[in-house]
């Protein structure tokens, strides 16, 4: 299956996308085919802040009928971010969008991991992945939700982290582990990668990342039908 990616969102996490992507699927003794659209990561922070949906869904379809030409089969988006108008998007999509958001839960629950830490954008930790965990406890440091916010936007724009960025995203995990009693820390924003990987905090991370390119792994080789994802259509 072709598989199309709308990246630039920012640059650091498309280039994760396409490096763990093209290991999983190597892994699984395939060949990957792949086209990526570039997005403006700028238009998207504007637009994500002041929650206009309704643009940022019209720029990601006008990408998503380029990929379409392309050749590609369906669509993800390489932030979580960005996921704050996937109803919206949908319904312009030329192609299914394979969600990053809707495979989490499960995810979680089939790790026996009933309470998660979250760090990634505003949005993603005030609404606790855009309230579509039923199976599991979210967890945000919500007086803090404006300052984790933007060191994560910065990180994303910047396309690097900081040593004094990296210790101020390792200690809000550190405190969800020992005041909240998360089971883990969910990295809900795909640059979050920049200041964590390497790390060894002493406690429990889950990459979101990764469980969607397992289910983008399975589409490209042909181990599971887009009938068999959680998506959006």
Known sequence: MHIG??????????IVYYQRLTAAVDALGAELNL????????TLIRNNLADDRAPQAEIFARQIDQLKGAGCDCVALTSLGAHYCIDEMAALSSLPIVSGVTPLDGFFAGENISKIGLLGTRVVMRTRIYGQLQQTQAVALDDEIETLGQ????IAVAGQCT??????LLDAGRR???DHGVDAIVLAGTD?????????PGYKVIDALD?????????ACGRRSLDEVAMKT
Do not use: C, K, W
């Not at 086209?35 to 700028?42: A, F, K, N, V």
């Open 35 to 42: 086209t990526i659209s570039h997005g403006d990561i700028q």
């Open 151 to 154: 060191t994560y936007q910065e």
């Open 5 to 14: 990616l709308i990246g630039g969102i920012g640059v650091a996490a498309t």
């Open 176 to 178: 969800m582990i020992e």
């Open 211 to 219: 469980v969607h390119v397992t289910v983008l792994a399975d589409l």
């Open 163 to 168: 040593p004094a960025q990296r210790a101020e």
């Open 192 to 200: 979050l990668n920049l200041a964590f990987d390497g790390q060894d």
